[in-house]
């Protein structure tokens, strides 16, 4: 994360999958996005912030962003769950387990368009290349770690290689406990994971801990799990604090928050990790 030169005081805080409807206490009424994302990043003193690649002004916001002091980072939907839901769920899932070679196959059909769109958004001047796949969630893994290893994580070395020559580094977002991912996603080239969605304050603490272990930076730290009240968000903050003062935290809400009372909360943590 340090080649991206991103600003920040006392450290880098941004914005990832929040919804333009729920930034209200902070961008105020309007009913344009664009307009609600760059007005919330001014407002919070944000570095940077994702933009959804398939989100319809994509293309505006990365210059937008840009041009505000913000670093955009283009998140982009992974080849599995295209897959996954055309068989139906359940049955996609269990054949991850019975006939992985078979999913691995039809992940390639979805490579090329997903490599074509993170070329298009390094051409844009989007600074990093987010691949959203989630893995896991709050009840544990959704696929097998031997089936992401073998299968996924050397396709999304394709696209993280793609994203290096076009001069952008390449992060990983998956909700849940991805410790046992975090050796392979590392070897795949990724210099940091969003994570956290999903996880109390204990279970992200042990994923920080564990990725800043293996040399890969982590994005997030304001757990929705943990927004419940003034009280609660200070208190999330200022473990937040201290854990952005080790190092290799690079402090965002987790992208589970859908509410303006959840965004009211992680002002006040924010606050918090600020003052720690």
Known sequence: ???????????????????????TPVSGATEDPLDALTEACRVLGASFAFVEADAPYADEAIPALTDAGVAPMCAISGPLWPV????????????TLTHPGDIG?????????????AAHCAGVGARAIVIAEDLAGTEGPLVAPDFAIAELLPRYDRIVRTARVLGVPAIFH???DIRSLLPAIHRAGFIAVHAGGGLDLDGFERLF???????????????TAELGNAARAE??????GVMAQAGGLFVADDGGITTPAEVAD??????????T
């Not at 600003?7 to 409807?21: K, N, R």
């Not at 196959?105 to 769109?117: C, N, S, T």
């Not at 801990?209 to 757990?223: K, P, Q, T």
């Open 235 to 240: 208190r999330l903050g200022s473990s937040i």
């Open 84 to 95: 996954i839901e055309r068989r139906g769920v359940l049955d996609g899932l269990r054949a």
């Open 105 to 117: 196959l039809e992940l390639d059909e979805g490579l090329d368009a997903i490599v074509r769109v």
């Open 1 to 23: 994360m340090d080649s991206l030169a991103l600003s920040g005081s006392p450290f880098p805080f941004g914005l990832t999958f929040v919804p333009a409807d729920a930034l």
């Open 266 to 275: 992680l002002v006040t943590a924010l606050a918090a990790a600020r003052d």
């Open 209 to 223: 801990w564990a990725a800043r272990d293996e040399g890969i930076a982590v994005i997030g730290g304001l757990l």
């Open 174 to 176: 998956s909700d849940g």
